[in-house]
């Protein structure tokens, strides 16, 4: 299982367009793959809100603007891959902080390109389940366009944080 952390200042990811889900079909061995951002190592993401904007409402986007979501699970038995399904989840329960000033992560939101995995907002919990019922013998893969509200006014500094995502079979 690979899991992805991002470090970010005012922390947005942003996507890019075209989903798909692919039927790996079944085979040994048992598998649980799970991939956000780049194929190897951490994906920052970077935020830089103008001053002028600071709290103003306009939601702020980042940069790298390429960030995707790939989740699979497959069975090696057949008929187990029939029944069983998977779920993706977030925990975004340690929010943005930059010393003592913090930013939840509550105040993310994502579009998904093609809706295969749901657009939504993190819920500042550890098992935010963000793409659910997806049949054990699929790979679903999604690109997500994330946005930070920008209407708080914190403290200037570079806020950093981590969101962890996994996918299981329940």
Known sequence: MRCFMTGVVFFCLIGFAHAEIINIGWGAPDELNIRVG?????TTV???VPIANIGDGTPITGEPTL????????????RDSNRLSFVVTADSST???NGTDIIPFTDISWI?????IPSGRFDGTSD?????GTKARYMVIDRLTFSYDNTRYPP??????????MVSIP
């Open 38 to 42: 780049a194929v190897t190592g951490v």
């Open 46 to 48: 970077t935020h830089d």
């Open 67 to 78: 960030v995707v979501i790939e989740a699979s699970a497959r069975r090696a038995a057949r």
């Open 95 to 97: 929010p943005l902080s």
């Open 112 to 116: 998904s390109a093609d809706g295969d």
């Open 128 to 132: 935010q389940e963000i793409l659910s």
């Open 156 to 165: 200037a500094g570079t806020y950093t944080g981590s969101v962890t995502y």
